[in-house]
């Protein structure tokens, strides 16, 4: 940033989420924006956001919204294409029901364990028809394994509860393939990619309203709701009542990702703003 002030260069900024002073970091972040957040921000040509939501990320930043162009993350569709459901499958057996799938870290901010009370709660005799399905959480423990795997355990669900860990581009694009729908339970996230990856491989998703990817309401790919337990819970219970539909819930959300979340057309988008709003002007 001092480089480019230095040389009077032009730039532009994406924050790409982290604007929010959220979780444990707000001691750094705070002091961070004092010593040089705020002039870096301030001082830029031009801003990208990746969501009508994060423009208003902006705002306490003193960032008229008219100023800030929104253009999406994109997804590398060449790693997307590992369709080998069986080496997938072989980490937890044949399961005789559906397979909901977490990918993400195991940070309270991506809501793991929002995922585990839901689907520990959908076992009631009130909600008999989870019984057969199975929930994988895949992802890297930044803290919370032996708390989440814990929670499992009390509620005697280790047969339908898989942690299996880290997963690498293929064996991701395996899980994607194979599974039958997507949880995305984060409290706070500027645009899911997972949700866009899973939605390019044909899974319907359910995420958090936080996500920045309610498209999947305007096209019918799944369902968005609440950053809670009772949201998280109900989705599920709306996914399963809709378990002949998710193969077309898939395909719609599918057919929006391969038109508008490619790294091709992103870079289109990208190469156009920078040509004509910020090096013209």
């Known amino acids: 940033y001092w480089a480019v002030r230095y040389l009077n260069k032009p730039y532009v900024f994406s924050p790409v989420g982290s604007l929010p002073i959220f979780g444990r970091s707000k001691i750094l972040k705070t002091a961070y924006n004092y010593i040089i957040g705020q002039a ?3 001082h830029a040509t031009g801003y990208v956001a990746v969501t009508q939501k994060e423009v208003l990320d902006f705002l306490p930043y003193g960032v008229d919204p008219k100023r800030v162009k929104v253009i999406p ?5 060449e790693l997307l294409f590992f369709e080998d459901k069986e080496e997938f499958l072989s980490k937890i057996g044949s399961p005789r029901g559906k397979i909901f799938l977490y990918i993400g870290r195991l940070n309270p901010i991506k809501g793991p364990d929002l995922l585990i009370d839901a689907f ?22 930044e803290g919370m394994g032996a708390e989440l795997k814990s929670k499992v355990a009390q509620a005697g669900l280790t ?6 860990g880290y997963l690498d581009a293929r064996a991701k694009s395996q899980a994607y393939h194979a599974c039958d729908v997507l949880v995305i339970p984060s409290r706070s996230e500027a645009m899911s990619i997972v949700a866009v990856e899973g939605g390019f491989c044909g899974l319907p ?7 920045g990817f309610d498209i999947v309401d305007e096209v019918g790919g799944g369902k968005t709701v609440p950053p809670t ?24 959300l599918k057919e929006r990702v391969t038109c508008d979340f490619t790294w091709d057309h992103v870079t289109d988008e990208l190469v156009h703003y920078i040509e004509k709003e910020i090096l013209s002007s």
Do not use: W
């Open 159 to 164: 047969s339908r509860v898989y942690f299996v």
């Open 205 to 211: 998703v359910l995420l958090t309203n936080t996500c």
């Open 229 to 252: 337990v009772e949201g998280i819970l109900e989705g599920l219970l709306f996914m399963k009542s809709h378990e002949a539909e998710l193969p077309e819930i898939g395909r719609r």
């Open 120 to 141: 520990i709660q959908a076992q009631s005799t009130l909600n008999p028809t989870l019984d057969k399905d199975v929930l994988v959480i895949a992802g890297p423990d």
């Open 40 to 42: 870096l921000v301030s």
């Open 73 to 77: 993350n994109g997804i590398r569709t």
